[in-house]
């Protein structure tokens, strides 16, 4: 699977986007880019993921780069709920049966501030 | 739906004892998978199911740890003779087909003193 680069930590204020960056620069053509986060001692939470297009929820938006060498999620409004470690992952590939083996790195901590 | 089930909680176990892990997937989802995670090394793939059948086992730490799901609806992680190193959170986690949505459980807390 493909390695991501996240920064350690961030810092937010509340009300205000919060954009998480990630490098994947060896992301192979048919894997998929995944976000997930963790709220101190829950079970990682999946936010959304992607191939190639942009992609938005209800929870966060995907901006993926055209060489998909790199992806920001978007918290479009950040609140205190949303302060936790969010994990960018690659994996999974499409069309195929590979899928399963998702690798955590260190993922960011966001901190929202009031 | 209820969400993926693990028992128990918190478990505090002596050295040397067996521990067994406990989840229930969500029910009709078809993947189960087992993470680890430590301050040290992060969150751990430990093994993965497909339709009740192992896929790969190949983060297993070793052979004292051993999982099993005997049916659709519930799967076993053992810790046989259990060590203090083996002191994590164990996640049991589920999805349905190849969409890489992942449930997981609050986890099962371990500690081996």
């Known amino acids: 699977d493909a390695k991501t680069t996240q920064p350690t930590s961030m810092d937010c204020a509340e009300g205000r986007a919060a954009n998480l960056p990630c490098n994947h620069s060896?992301?192979?053509?048919?894997?998929?880019v995944y976000w997930y986060r963790q709220i101190h001692s829950q079970g990682p939470q999946y936010i959304i993921h992607?191939?190639?297009n942009n992609e938005t929820n209800e929870m966060a938006s995907l901006i993926i780069t055209e060489d998909r060498k790199s992806s920001t999620l978007i918290l479009p409004h950040a609140t205190l709920r949303d302060t936790a470690v969010y994990y960018c992952i690659v994996g999974g590939y499409a069309g195929g049966t590979s899928y399963g083996k998702l690798t955590f790195g260190q993922g960011t901590i966001l901190t929202v501030h009031p | 739906d209820a969400g993926v089930i693990q028992s128990p909680r918190h478990e505090v176990t002596e050295m040397g004892q067996e521990v067994t892990l406990r989840c229930k997937p969500i029910s009709g989802h078809d993947y189960l998978f087992w993470y680890r995670q430590t301050m040290m090394r992060g969150l751990e793939l430990l093994i993965y199911?497909?339709?009740?059948?192992?896929?790969?086992d190949s983060g297993m730490p070793e052979d004292r740890f051993s999982a099993k799901m005997p049916n659709a609806s519930f799967s076993t992680l053992k810790i046989q003779p259990s060590e203090p190193r083996d002191s994590a959170v164990y996640f049991c986690a589920s999805s349905l087909g190849s969409s890489g949505r992942i449930y997981f459980g609050e986890g099962s807390w371990l500690t081996v003193v």
């Open positions: 060896t992301i192979s053509g048919n894997e998929y």
């Open positions: 992607g191939l190639k």
């Open positions: 199911f497909n339709n009740n059948v192992p896929i790969d």
